[in-house]
């Protein structure tokens, strides 16, 4: 059964490669809107994450954001075709632009190696193919519950020269052991980690328990951080790579002003494009003392 449905999702993907992404983005929007017309798990949980963040911004407006991110949701699943498909120089061509790379560029240089903080906007997959074709990279990986989608991501990812470390202590000794040479690693930062390895910093002004992966191997090693990205270009099927300089306290002693930096580069990085934010995760679960405090009716 495994083998048949991973035959069926690499068919998938093949045949979604063959459109233009452009026309896919298109071909989304109606599956966007769709998903907030019929008050799915996603939309919900999309816009309560919108009230908590945006509390200033009217019903009415981040009604439209919830729409226009459920909209961004189908094009990225639609674009997995393509990004998972194509020969990585053809879907390079895709790329308009790449901004700040001289900074990641001049750390690779510096030998200390270099740390890439991915949020869930855009195309993340992309940004991944990228840099393992560009940089020797390893990117912090949790492989998903069903095998055959496992098998398929790891055999798209590997179209680039990037490797993949697990989510686990061996996973943490393979990323720095890449830093050690002076290569890059890159960790999803909005993900809710579990409680021993994380700690609570504000998030839009709203507690939320954050990774301190990142902010310890940066301490350790001295790396360079940066935020990275791959935002969708308004009206084409193009694409645009920015990399930010994460400033210096990502690594200082005191965890708390360490995840602060961390959550508000994250912030900034959305804040950019707000309807590319992948908003259907719930961010907030979990909240000091245990209480749950948001999505108490949703699963």
């Known amino acids: 059964m495994t083998k048949f449905t991973t035959f069926l999702l690499f068919t998938l993907f093949r045949f979604l490669s063959l ?47 919830a729409k226009h991110s459920l909209q961004h949701l189908s094009m990225t699943a639609l674009e997995l075709g393509p990004v998972w498909s194509l020969p990585v120089k053809q879907l390079f061509k895709s790329i ?20 890439i903080l991915a949020p869930h906007i855009g195309s993340w997959e992309l940004l991944g193919l990228y840099l393992g074709e560009n940089y020797p990279f390893t990117s912090l ?13 790891i055999k798209a990812r590997s179209r680039s020269n990037a490797n993949v470390a697990p989510t686990n202590t061996k996973g943490v000794k ?38 301190t992966l990142a902010t310890n191997l940066a301490r350790r090693t001295g790396a360079r951080v940066f935020m990275g990205s791959a935002l969708r270009i308004e009206n084409s099927g193009k694409f ?41 995760y719930k961010r907030f679960k979990k909240q000091p003392g245990g209480e749950r405090k948001y999505y108490r009716n949703k699963n």
């Open 19 to 65: 459109w233009p992404i452009r026309w896919l983005r298109a071909a989304a929007k109606p599956f966007g809107s769709l998903l907030m017309l019929l008050k799915s798990r996603s939309r919900d949980v999309t816009v309560e994450n919108l009230a908590i963040c945006f509390p200033e911004q009217s019903e009415q407006q981040r009604a439209e954001l």
């Open 240 to 280: 645009e790579i920015i990399f930010d300089v994460v400033p210096e306290t990502i690594g200082a002693e005191d965890m708390s002003i360490a995840l602060t930096t961390l959550n508000q580069c994250v912030e900034n990085c959305v804040l950019r494009a707000p309807e590319q934010y992948q908003w259907e």
């Open 174 to 211: 393979i990323l720095l052991q890449a830093l050690k040479r002076g290569e890059g690693i890159g960790i999803l930062p909005d993900q809710v980690p579990p409680a021993e390895g994380g700690g609570f910093a504000p998030f839009f002004a709203v507690p939320a328990l954050t990774t």
């Open 96 to 115: 308009a632009r790449v901004t700040g790379e001289k900074a990641v560029q001049a750390a690779v240089k510096d030998g200390k190696g270099f740390i």
């Open 141 to 153: 990986y949790q492989p998903p519950d069903n095998p055959a989608m496992h098998e398929v991501t």
